[in-house]
């Protein structure tokens, strides 16, 4: 599991507030591990390893409630939305809809969905990644809907890729990826993210991969469906 996965195992349960996660693993993510594993009566040493995985998914199976009080805010609430900051991002974003961050820069670029997670994945290819401010409200609605974490490229999918990148792996010369206008989304449930990218992409493509989810915005007036 990836840390992001881990913090919302940690906010589901109660233990850090849904605006901590962040993707980065330190002391308050340990601590919060510490006060889960006591929970579920592990040895609590704040690492997260095999005994605690197991066991956090085997509570959620079983029916175990989240902890829920008026310290820790609903991640959906104006409050929440109110302490997000985009203003770093928003320096990046042009007129012509796109979002040109330099590689190696990391910005938030909406609730859930950071530069690092869209940015090309190529090596000593291109200086910055083209991302699509159309794609990252359309990913952000998908993920409200699904209601569950959503990786791209942290893992193994494609958000942006430059011409050399999308050559490197096989790309269709005309992909989506080369403008930023199509995220791989990875989730844990499948079948559900795709019936959630069926009803937010109407003008794009969809495709299905046994990895997950190919989703794309254009403006041509239908929706390509493909399965590979």
Known sequence: MTATQKQCLLAYFGFIKPKEIDGIWGPKSAEATKNLQAKLGLEDDGVWGNATDRAAKEAIVNGFAPVIDDAIEIENTTEVDADIDLADAAQYLRNDGYYHIPRGVDVRLSRNLWAHEVHCQGKGCCTESIVSKRMVDTFQAIRDDYGDSIE???????GFRCRTHNAAVGGAVGSLHLTGDAFDLHGRNKA????VVEKHITDGEIGTYNWGIHAGVWNRGFVNRFQK
């Not at 791209?152 to 494609?158: H, I, N, Y």
């Open 192 to 195: 559900k993210l795709l019936s």
């Open 152 to 158: 791209v490229t942290t893992a193994g999918g494609s």
